[in-house]
């Protein structure tokens, strides 16, 4: 079985998906480990709740970041993780880090990539006057927010539309086609050729 490690920042409701796809059997998969880069956040809630190891490395109290990715990996290799998941994590990691779980990393992004990269998504789009947006599921590469996309859903930008309200929407896609992503991960149809992720039929 695939074994997880699913990297947080905060609310974790994109945890909280994964976490309900495995019991609901449509994710075969095991959450090995839950890491959060703060303290009391309500993704490891979460993970208390659902019975799953977590643990928090939080970046204040590394004196930087290559002490920060280290601990982190020392938490993902003793939980034998095969496939780290990016869920909220909003931290960028570095080359070594991209490295050392090469072409093993997803993120979920809020915004049809390559369009909005940042910590910004909704803020961007709406001061952009896009009408239409979404999310993205990608590999990580050694850039930000830059490596082959693996699903991409739109979602329209509608009239009136604050941050909080395009987030919502956006985020009800984000807890279906994650799931999905990492099955399809989990199933071996993920074949990636540079830029290109190809999904192999069943
Ligand atoms: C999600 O919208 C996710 O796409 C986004 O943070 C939110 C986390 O929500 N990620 C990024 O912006 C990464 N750059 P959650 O904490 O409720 O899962």
């Known amino acids: 079985m695939i074994k997880l490690g699913v990297m947080c920042s905060g609310r974790g409701t994109d945890l909280q998906s994964i976490i ?59 939980a034998e993780v095969d496939l780290v998941i990016l869920a909220g994590f909003m931290r960028i990691l570095s080359p070594t880090f991209v490295r050392a779980y090469k072409d093993r990393i997803m993120n979920i992004h809020p915004s049809l990539l390559p369009a909005f990269p940042g910590a910004h998504a909704h803020r961007d789009v709406i001061e952009y006057g896009v009408k239409v947006s979404g999310c993205t599921v990608h590999f990580v590469d050694e850039g930000t927010d830059s490596g082959p996309i693996i699903a991409q859903v739109a979602v329209p930008v509608l009239e009136g539309d604050d941050e909080e309200s395009l987030a919502a929407r956006v985020l009800e896609q984000e807890h279906i086609i994650y799931p999905k992503a990492i099955q399809l991960y989990v199933e071996g149809r993920l074949q990636i050729d540079g830029r290109h992720v190809r999904i192999l039929s069943e």
């Open 20 to 78: 309900d796809a495995i019991a609901d059997g449509k994710l075969d998969a095991q959450i090995a480990i839950v890491l959060t880069d703060k303290p009391n956040v309500m993704a490891l809630e979460r993970a208390e709740r659902a019975g799953l190891k977590f643990a928090c490395v939080d970046r204040k109290q590394c004196a930087d970041q290559m002490t920060f990715e280290a601990k982190l990996i020392t938490e993902l290799r003793a």
